[in-house]
T-cell receptor
């Protein structure tokens, strides 16, 4: 299965700390995407990293991709209470195969 | 706002009712998606429309019937649902992936459906 699996399932940190979430997958990918979902709302796209890229930054977000290990990580630096949400990785195969989402990591940032 | 709207935001229906969920995107995308999100389960892709043609139907029960009249609108018609169909239904849109690159998706806020 191409499905990504996030680790840990839940993470609780203090405001100002860094949060790291990991995603592992099983088959080759074209790109990998990270999304955030606030409780009961739609998903919001955060960042897309292509299979030939190793690292990407967007504001306080840093994503890495290791295709040899079939894994990716999302780092949120200097976390804020507003970062409290569920974070999902989604893998995209080649061609017209649809995105496949993992179960997500629930992040709680305590003020 | 993501540019994708969904109505209604909440829906309660009995098992014998017929209702429809509506999704509209204002992003100029030509691919649209329906997902089902249940508690403690991964997001489940239900239907994909690309260039107004259905290209994916992941063994979804026939009590769910999609309709895509144009590239900006997507409907999900519901009839004789079961209590286990209660979930958050999310619509998304994207550029189509005919180029071979799967693009990022933009999601609506979802419809919280409860089937009694």
């Amino acid at each position: 299965s191409q499905q990504g699996e996030e680790d840990p399932q839940a993470l609780s940190i203090q405001e100002g700390e860094n949060a790291t979430m990991n995603c592992s997958y099983k088959t080759s990918i074209n790109n990998l995407q990270w999304y955030r979902q606030n409780s009961g709302r739609g998903l919001v796209h955060l960042i897309l990293i292509r299979s030939n890229e190793r690292e990407k930054h967007s504001g306080r977000l840093r994503v890495t991709l290791d295709t040899s290990k079939k894994s990716s990580s999302l780092l949120i630096t200097a976390s804020r209470a507003a970062d409290t949400a569920s974070y999902f990785c989604a893998t995209a195969g080649s061609g017209n195969t649809p995105l496949v989402f993992g179960k997500g990591t629930r992040l709680s940032v305590i003020a | 706002e993501t540019g994708v709207t969904q109505t209604p935001r909440h829906l309660v229906m009995g098992m014998t009712n017929k209702k429809s969920l509506k999704c509209e995107q204002h992003l100029g995308h030509n691919a649209m998606y329906w997902y089902k999100q249940s508690a403690k389960k991964p997001l489940e892709l239900m239907f994909v429309y690309s260039l107004e043609e259905r290209v994916e139907n992941n063994s979804v029960p026939s009590r769910f019937s999609p309709e895509c009249p144009n590239s900006s609108h997507l409907f999900l018609h519901l009839h004789t649902l079961q209590p286990e169909d209660s979930a958050l239904y999310l619509c998304a849109s994207s550029r189509d992936s005919s180029s071979g690159i799967v693009a990022e998706q933009f999601f609506g806020p979802g419809t919280r459906l409860t089937v009694l």
